[in-house]
C-alpha cells in the first residue's frame, strides 16, 4: 500500500525543470548579426533580479526565415511540488541577446516552436520580412 501511495505522489509531482519562454517582441541591432529578445517574466525580487535565469537560446536560420527561442530556468521554484503553478498575469520586461550566423537581412523572425511571426520592436504588426504586408 506505501509503494502504491508513493507511486501515485510521484507521479503528480512536478519537477522544477528549464522550460521555453515565449518571446514577447525582437529588436534586431545595429550590427545586423544580433536579435535582442524581450521575455515577459515574473515580478522580480526586492533586490531587482530575476528569479528566472536563462539557460540557453536557440536561433535556427535558413535563407527565408529565423526561428529563434529562448529557455528559461526558474530558481526560486521549489525543485518538486504538487498542485498548480501559480502565476501572475502581469508580465515584466527581461531582454537576452541571440546571435546570429548571417546578418538578418529581410528574413522573417518567427517563433521556434510555433512557427508564428514575433514583433519586431518598433514596427507596425503588420511588418513582415522586413517588408509591409
Not at 525543485?79 to 501559480?86: A, L
Request: charged share 20%; aromatic share 6%; net charge positive.
Amino acid at each position: 500500500m506505501l509503494l502504491v501511495a508513493l507511486a501515485v505522489l510521484f507521479a503528480t509531482a512536478r519537477i522544477n525543470k528549464p522550460y521555453w519562454q515565449g518571446i514577447a517582441q525582437v529588436e534586431p541591432l545595429a550590427d545586423g548579426r544580433t536579435l535582442r529578445a524581450e521575455l515577459l517574466l515574473s515580478r522580480p525580487r526586492p533586490d531587482g533580479t530575476f528569479c528566472e535565469r536563462v539557460v540557453n537560446s536557440v536561433a535556427e536560420e535558413t535563407a527565408a526565415r529565423v526561428a529563434v527561442d529562448v529557455q528559461v530556468y526558474n530558481e526560486c521554484a521549489p525543485f518538486v511540488s504538487w498542485g498548480t503553478k501559480r502565476s501572475s498575469l502581469e508580465g515584466h520586461p527581461y531582454t537576452v541577446d541571440i546571435q546570429l550566423r548571417a546578418p538578418l537581412g529581410e528574413r522573417l523572425i518567427v517563433a521556434r516552436g510555433s512557427g508564428s511571426p514575433i514583433p519586431i520592436r518598433g514596427k507596425s504588426p503588420r511588418y513582415t520580412a522586413g517588408k509591409p504586408s
